[in-house]
């Protein structure tokens, strides 16, 4: 009767281990989850996105989330392209910007400046609040900022791509359909993460 009893209380033992053991592993992995997801997806250069943010009425999780997607962070980034910084703006733009918007303060810079940290994420949100109040839409902000808006405008006049002349059905770039998903997807994980209005 008593080695009974013993091998229960040894069987209870075990298994209160073993929950024990897996119980705490599954903690651990969680927070190695919860580590690795806010690792990449980082609040990098929070000052210079809010005041971009700020100034140009731009959603921060849209920069985040064009940032993530264009350099991963990386301000000395340089494409093939010739796009630079962590926004990953052209020299192309950089002049078609500094015309369309015109500012003293923008006169004094050039295109080196795009390494700039703090320049390069206030151009890029100018782009972007110039893009969203061309097409009133982010969806096709989004593909213009990466495939220009001469392609963009010649997309939206070609029943193909769109139905209504302002958002795209579909993109002929792979690249830039990818590309918008892949920011969408970015900015909805930066929603998700920090946003403290969460839907």
Request: with cysteine; proline share 2%.
């Amino acid at each position: 009767m008593k080695l009974r009893v013993k091998k229960r209380v040894k069987v209870f033992i075990c298994i209160t281990a073993v929950l024990v053991v897996t119980i705490a592993a599954a903690y651990a992995l969680k927070a190695l989850h919860e580590k690795y997801i806010y690792n990449t997806y980082p609040l990098k250069y929070n000052t210079e996105v809010e005041a971009a943010s700020k100034k140009y009425g731009v959603d921060k999780y849209l920069i985040y989330g064009i940032m993530k997607t264009e350099s991963d962070f990386d301000p000395n980034a340089l494409s093939s392209a010739g796009a630079i910084g962590l926004m990953q703006i052209t020299p192309d733009t950089f002049e078609w910007i500094q015309t369309y918007y015109a500012d003293e303060e923008y006169e004094n810079y050039t295109v080196d400046d795009l390494y700039n940290i703090g320049i390069n994420i206030d151009y890029g949100a100018n782009i972007l609040s110039v893009l969203l109040d061309m097409y009133g839409n982010e969806d096709t902000a989004v593909c213009a900022y990466n495939a220009g808006v001469g392609h963009v405008n010649s997309w939206l006049e070609d029943k193909e791509y769109s139905d209504d002349g302002k958002t795209l059905k579909t993109v002929p770039f792979k690249e830039t359909e990818n590309y918008r998903h892949t920011v969408e997807q970015n900015k909805s994980c930066y929603n998700r993460l920090y946003n403290d209005n969460k839907e």
